[in-house]
């Protein structure tokens, strides 16, 4: 079956860097667009970055600070988040993307909390 966790989470101080890598199991990796999608304390869901092969695509919020990649032979996806704002203080979920363009299957999420 699909499974994505995700790992890399945690407290880091406004300015900082983290690196949150999602590993995934159960489909064929390479074939499929995968995502990151966000979610702030007491907020929705917001979409933050995309793969595809050598696709990708940002949120406003985040582009020129984030940077999305994918290690096909690891089933592994990656972001690296750079200039953290508190604003970005989120669960973070790794979301696989379906045939049909639906978000299908989704990981735990892991936290980042950006905060002095």
């Known amino acids: 079956q699909v499974q994505l966790v995700e790992s890399g989470g945690g407290l880091v101080q406004p300015g900082g860097f983290l690196r949150l890598s999602c590993a995934a199991s159960?489909?064929?990796?390479?074939?499929?667009?995968m995502n990151w999608v966000r979610q702030a304390p007491g907020k929705g869901l917001e979409w933050v970055s995309s793969?595809?092969?050598?696709?990708?695509y940002y949120a406003d919020s985040v582009k020129g600070r984030f940077g999305i990649s994918r290690d096909n032979a690891k089933n592994t996806l990656y972001l690296q988040m750079n200039s953290l704002k508190p604003e970005d203080t989120a669960v973070y979920y790794c979301?696989?993307?379906?045939?049909?363009?639906?978000?299908?299957?989704w990981g735990k999420g892991t936290l980042v909390t950006v905060s002095s």
């Open positions: 979301v696989k993307m379906g045939s049909y363009s639906d978000l299908d299957y």
């Open positions: 793969s595809g092969g050598s696709i990708t």
């Open positions: 159960g489909f064929i990796f390479s074939s499929y667009w």
